[in-house]
């Protein structure tokens, strides 16, 4: 498998539930990403890792939990979600060193409808 | 704060049509400019992307965009549109850091 794949690609879950989105890439990268795509909003960073440690926490919710827990893996614990958490999800990853300049390459994403 | 600004939520454009979407971004220096394409279904996929050097980049797909410090844009173009060009268009700033900023996104509708 090439790329950067994630799943499920679709989550539907009630507000009490605990579920988690993973995403793998395979292409060598050391820096991940997670993002939230909402209908007619600009993409949102919501995390970053590289060479798994944190850089990033862009004022996210504490429902949301994110584990690297080597290069090629990253989660998204998610519990006690709201409706408006509802949106696509996409994980990217770059090469990355000491910047977030490089390319970013992006999965398909997930697509969660929380009830 | 920086920000990136697509003033066309969408555009129709007819097949074999050139196209133009606009990108203006605020910052006070010069950053690193993107352009992302979206197909339905799908993540972005990078279109090109400008650092330094010559103001006019080339892309992937027959796609090229010209950064103008003079008016803080970065809009590309493409003289020829294909029905497969339908999709979301995203414009992208990283001044340096992890925090690269997205555009709203402007939607391409392409008619035959």
């Known amino acids: 498998e090439t790329g950067v794949t994630q799943t499920p690609r679709h989550l539907v879950m009630g507000m009490t539930n605990k579920k988690s989105l993973k995403c793998e890439q395979h292409?060598?990268?050391?820096?991940m990403y997670w993002y939230k795509q909402s209908a007619k909003k600009p993409l949102e960073l919501m995390f970053v890792?590289?060479?798994?440690?944190?850089?990033e926490n862009n004022s996210v919710p504490s429902r949301f939990s994110p584990e690297c827990p080597n290069s090629s893996h990253l989660f998204l614990h998610l519990h006690t979600l709201q409706p408006e958490d509802s949106a696509l999800y996409l994980c990217?990853?770059?090469?990355?060193?000491?910047?977030?300049?490089?390319?970013?390459?992006f999965g398909p994403g997930t697509r969660l409808t929380v009830l | 704060a920086q920000s990136v600004t697509q003033p066309d939520i969408h555009i129709t454009v007819s097949e074999g049509a050139s196209l133009e979407l606009r990108c203006n971004y605020s910052?006070?220096?010069?950053?690193?400019l993107f352009w992302y394409v979206q197909s339905p279904g799908q993540g972005l996929q990078l279109l090109l992307k400008y650092f330094s050097g010559d103001t006019l980049v080339q892309g992937i797909k027959g796609f090229e965009a010209e950064f103008k410090r003079s008016q803080s844009s970065f809009n590309l173009r493409k003289p020829s549109v294909h029905w497969s060009d339908a999709a979301e268009y995203f414009c992208?700033?990283?001044?340096?850091?992890?925090?690269?900023?997205f555009g709203a996104g402007t939607r391409l509708f392409v008619k035959a």
């Open positions: 890792y590289n060479f798994k440690e944190q850089t």
């Open positions: 990217a990853s770059s090469q990355e060193g000491a910047g977030g300049t490089d390319t970013q390459y």
């Open positions: 992208a700033v990283n001044p340096g850091g992890f925090k690269t900023i």
């Open positions: 910052y006070g220096a010069t950053p690193y």
């Open positions: 292409l060598g990268h050391n820096a």
